[in-house]
């Protein structure tokens, strides 16, 4: 059996993958801030599946925090087979109505943190021939709109890049880039969304259900739904400046009230 470690697993789609995997059979490594919901949600998926839970509380905007992480992947003992690098967090606010210090802790979570984990989880996984990392960013990646959007380019970019160096070394990696989805992300951030149109929702287990297709496919990019695969395709026929101020007016109007 093998093992998969999840950052950000207590909700949305973290707790999702935790549930799929834990369904399929895999043990699990699960990674969060707050250690009494990792321990309730642990014994859920071990009664219901039977399979063995790991419990990890870790802050990935912290130094600590990270290497702790970095410190599981390195075991050899019990070695971690798919990371999802799914811990994330949004900001309510234009940029300049945010501090900088949150600006730069994003970063350090959606950049830094991805980042360290991926090398050190790949670097094993290539020794043993096999192995996934599934990075999550979003389909804000692809529009001009923030720090938000703009560290989750850089997923994309990276998580695509490492995938082409890898290629054939049996280990493979995926950006997943989900729309909006039912889960406590926006809550989180103090964002309203009783604005949002119904259809730009998405279930994150069907979201989940998708993305593990993809990787099986061989894909190093998941945009898993057809109504933002559309989006996404029309995104990238649009001249630059024009996107720029769509993404603004959209923001206004779809993002924090």
Known sequence: MTTALITGATAGIGAAFARRLASDGHHLVLVARDEKRLREQATELHDRHGIEVEVLPADLSTEEGIEAVGARLEERTHPVDLLVNNAGFGHRGAFLDVPVEDELTMLKVHCEAVLRLTYTAVAGMRNRGRGGVINVASVAAFVPRGTYGASKAWVVQFTQGVAHDLAGSGVRLMALCPGFVRTEFHERAGVGTDNIPGWMWLDADRLVEAAMKDLDRGKSLSVPDP????????????????LGGISSRTGRKFGPR
Not at 227 to 242: D, E, F, I, W
């Open 227 to 242: 109504r933002y695969k559309t989006l996404t395709g029309l995104v990238k026929l649009a001249p630059r400046n024009m």
